[in-house]
């Protein structure tokens, strides 16, 4: 599997590679190891899979990282942390985050996720409708 790496203002978008997308629309299945990736330079962003109206994606946070305060105009992002703790920032309201707990963003609410944590954190993303569109 070949993946691109794309940086924007500390932020690392990770796409499949067409061979990977191919395999997985044809049934055949990953594990969140095998997608998972790191870098010290800033959060990694991976896009999994997208429909037509659906994007389904994962973030990845070294120690000390931020997914820094946004908005969805036009989207809701759902947010499941896998491993790690952290906090989240939804509007002017701060909660300690931790493996096990769900988020919901609304759309066109400001939100934020640091890792508070001494391990990574991994968070599985669903945004929907698509497209996307984010603004700092």
Not at 34 to 39: G, L, Y
Not at 41 to 53: A, H, M, P, Q
Not at 96 to 124: D, P
């Amino acid at each position: 599997m070949t993946d691109s790496l794309r940086a924007n203002d500390g932020v690392f978008n990770l796409e499949f590679s067409p061979e990977f997308v191919q395999q997985f629309s044809q049934g055949r299945l990953t594990t969140l190891e095998q997608v998972a990736q790191f870098n010290p330079e800033g959060y990694v962003k991976r896009s999994i899979f997208k429909t037509d109206s659906l994007h389904f994606g994962l973030y990845c946070l070294e120690p000390g990282q931020i997914n820094a305060r946004h908005k969805h105009p036009q989207n809701d992002e759902i947010c499941y942390v896998v491993q790690g703790t952290g906090e989240i920032v939804i509007g002017n309201e701060i909660a300690a985050v931790e493996a096990g707990v769900f988020i919901h963003a609304h759309q066109s609410v400001e939100h934020e996720i640091r890792n508070t944590g001494t391990e990574r954190m991994l968070i599985i993303v669903v945004q929907s409708p698509l497209p996307l569109k984010t603004e700092r």
